[in-house]
């Protein structure tokens, strides 16, 4: 508990500059989150330990300081993060003081509510709907805050950021609601849920930017370090763990690598880099002629793979 | 960085994907990848050229039929502003999409196919942007290779386009003419080696010097709150902030206010960003405001400058655009949402619809369907705060929300 020298002391060092940030996209997620606090009675906020649901921890912290952030965090756990991720997270959690809510692919898997997936491009990304769609029942949630954005895939691009999931999770694209100024409709039936997209309009630059500016912690594995790795299909894919499924023929060896995006680990590729720090992680993105979801084998199985997997309920 | 969103329209086969994809590949925006995908699937269905629209229309109803169906955002940057295209679908029976579009525009793309000229669906096209007074529009004459590069095909059909300007309502707007080729890139980003005759800057130029900061900055700040934080905190136990988004102008630290409904009267104390303290916060700043008194404030309150008030009233007259399968009748009944507030709203009367293609009124009309444009009264349960849609663009307009369904039935510009 402060005293009240200290919070005087702390309340003068409070003054910032003139104006607050003119960050347009940061002003936008900041007043979709607050809407979702205030139009819904049990909101979560799902949370991968990726870049961009870390980004919108923090964009949440921005929307209710100096209260709480006023709804848990929830975890699909695939079972195969990198274990860098998870340390990452429960730090994170701690700090924050908010309640994390884990719900397994693994448990889903025993209940015999989903298959295992086989074979070399065996991948549980499908599987967490199922665990997802179970848990928003559970709990009841009725809006499910996500760190999707219209720029990475074009299916995801016709997204709404209140967008409608009806009693079985799933996405009714063609007869989407429209959204007019900045209004944002939230009004669903019992049974219902909305995913809110709150970085709809961000970039993969804009999130990499705002990372840099606000010096927020990310996990690891997205700076450049030694790996084993082998390659498929052109991409580089981790051999450090017995998630991905490695063929004997196919060769290990040790490469600078990092990755871009943080998913399940067996539909996750790294990329070559040497980008260490952030200053060069973002430079490198700025360079960059090959999109973020290029390494994610997940949207390589059919040009309307993430079209089909939103219908289903995937997040 | 400077966010530029901007609105196209344009009819079946004007070339807008190709426009849009043009823009994206020769501002070096679409990744390598991408690109391929492009090359694939065109290659796979014999065109001769790459189909730029494969990268935008992004549902599978869309590339079956080789339309676009729904808005899609479509992103891309150069070294001095973010860029973001909402891509509407220019269909008669999608009127919805564009009016959705444009409402988070600040400019707009109006695309012509040099062969055809202005049509219909041009006035369409034009109608809207002015209903929703875009301040800039960009009408590009497309398909110009198609016309042998010719001056007097442009000339003639931006004559035509300026007989329809004579038509708006809203007279401030800025409309630029562009002659270019999507297809083969002429003054898209790069100026064409075809038309010499053309002095302008080319679509990306123009782009790159609207100024849109101050567009609409009306020097009228209105403050809805959207949010009461209330932390009970040891360390800030007696803190009450109201937070919310500032609209229209700007607030600063010691401002005199009244808030509304309850017309109370107090001073801003602080304004916070996350855990600072700001002098003033700009048009469109997420903030939390505090006050040196204590007031009773809750959601879809609205925090105003002392001498400078809103209409505060049950009844309003808007023009509406109607959204949904199910007719708008007079009598009856729809939530009405302005900004965070809602109330309920019963239809008065329809005086009567505006044909969007300039060619007119209708009066007498029994009820309206999806795509309608019309002149409604309506009276509410609650008073809101409003002002009229020309001189505050968020605080005079609403949405309509059916409750049977929960849709967005429609949307209104508060006359």
């Not at chain 2, 609409?216 to 803190?239: A, L, S």
């Not at chain 2, 229209?248 to 017309?263: F, K, T």
């Not at chain 2, 005079?396 to 510009?413: E, Y």
Request: glycine fraction near 6%; charge should be negative; include cysteine.
């Amino acid at each position: 508990m402060s005293t009240l020298t200290e919070l005087i002391k702390k309340s003068d060092t409070l003054i910032g500059d003139e104006r607050p940030s003119a960050n347009a996209l940061e002003h936008e997620a900041i007043y979709i989150i607050r809407e979702v606090a205030a139009q819904f009675e049990k909101p979560v906020l799902l949370f991968s330990g990726g870049k961009d649901s870390i980004t919108l921890v923090r964009l949440a912290q921005k929307a209710f300081w100096p209260a709480k952030i006023p709804f848990p965090l929830m975890h699909i756990d695939t079972g195969h993060n990198f274990p860098e991720t998870i340390e990452f997270r429960d730090k994170l959690v701690e700090e924050l003081g908010v309640e994390l809510i884990v719900r397994n692919v693994q448990d889903s898997i025993d209940e015999g509510k989903v298959v295992e997936e086989t074979g070399k491009y065996a991948s549980r990304n499908m599987l967490q709907t199922t665990t997802l769609l179970d848990a928003i029942e559970e709990f009841k949630f009725d809006a499910c805050i996500g760190g999707a954005r219209r720029d990475e895939e074009k299916a995801r691009a016709k997204e709404r950021i209140f967008s409608v999931r009806d009693d079985f999770g799933q996405w009714d694209e063609k007869n989407q609601r429209p959204e007019l100024f900045d209004m944002l409709n939230g009004e669903i039936e019992i049974g219902q849920n909305v995913r809110v997209f709150p970085i709809s309009n961000w970039t993969e630059l804009d999130v990499w930017s705002y990372i840099q500016k606000e010096n927020i912690e990310i996990p690891s594995i997205y700076f450049a370090h030694k790996r084993n790795i082998f390659l498929r299909d052109g991409l580089i894919w981790s051999a450090e763990d017995e998630v991905v499924f490695r063929a004997e023929d196919e060769q290990v060896e040790e490469r600078m690598v990092r990755f871009r995006t943080v998913g399940d680990m067996s539909c996750t590729a790294a990329v070559e880099s040497y980008a260490d720090t952030i200053d060069k992680v973002v430079a490198e993105i700025r360079d960059s002629r090959i999109s973020e979801r290029g390494a994610r084998i997940d949207d390589k199985r059919s040009e309307a793979a993430m079209e089909k997997r939103k219908q289903q309920g995937y997040f | 960085m400077e966010v530029l969103k901007l609105a196209t329209a344009g009819s079946v086969d004007d070339g807008k994907s190709t426009l849009i994809g043009r823009l994206l590949y020769d501002t070096k925006s679409m990744t390598d990848d991408k690109l391929e995908a492009i090359e694939r699937t065109s290659k796979q269905k014999g065109y001769d050229y790459l189909d730029f629209s494969l990268a935008t229309d992004g549902l599978v109803a869309e590339r079956e039929q080789g339309i676009t169906i729904d808005v899609a955002h479509i992103y891309f940057s150069t070294p001095s502003k973010s860029y973001i295209i909402a891509d509407t679908p220019g269909h008669v029976e999608y009127t919805r999409n564009m009016v959705t579009g444009a409402s988070t525009s600040q400019a707009s793309i109006i695309l012509i196919d040099a062969r055809k000229g202005v049509i219909e669906q041009t006035h369409r096209h034009f109608f809207i942007n002015n209903l929703l007074r875009i301040k800039d529009v960009i009408v590009a004459i497309n398909k110009m290779d198609l016309v042998d590069f010719s001056e007097e095909t442009y000339n003639k059909i931006k004559a035509d386009f300026e007989e329809l300007m004579k038509k708006r309502e809203y007279q401030d707007q800025t409309i630029t003419f562009i002659p270019v080729s999507a297809l083969k890139g002429d003054n898209v980003v790069n100026r064409s080696e075809h038309m010499s005759w053309y002095k302008g800057q080319t679509l990306l130029e123009h782009l790159e010097e609207l100024d849109q900061k101050d567009i609409y900055n009306t020097g009228t700040p209105r403050f809805p709150v959207q949010y009461v934080i209330r932390p009970k905190t040891d360390d800030f136990h007696d803190f009450r902030g109201f937070s919310g988004k500032v609209y229209g102008g700007e607030l600063s630290v010691g401002d005199e206010v009244i808030v509304l409904p309850s017309m109370t009267r107090s001073t801003i104390k602080d304004i916070y960003f996350y855990d600072k303290k700001y002098q003033t916060a700009p048009r469109r700043s997420s903030v939390t405001i505090t006050l040196e008194d204590e007031v009773n404030v809750s959601r879809g309150d609205m925090l105003v400058k002392v001498g400078d008030l809103p209409t505060v009233d049950k009844q309003l007259t808007a023009t509406i655009s109607w959204m949904d399968g199910a007719s708008f009748i007079p009598g009856g009944k729809y939530v009405l949402q302005h900004g965070v507030n809602k109330v309920l709203a019963k239809v008065d009367a329809i005086e009567h619809k505006i044909n969007p293609d300039y060619s007119g009124i209708e009066e007498n009309v029994s009820a309206l369907q999806m795509n309608d444009i019309a002149k409604v009264r309506f009276r509410l349960n609650k008073p809101i705060f409003y002002d009229k849609f020309k001189n505050h663009r968020t605080n005079g307009s609403f949405i309509l929300i059916d409750s049977r369904t929960n849709n967005t039935a429609g949307v209104g510009f508060i006359e």
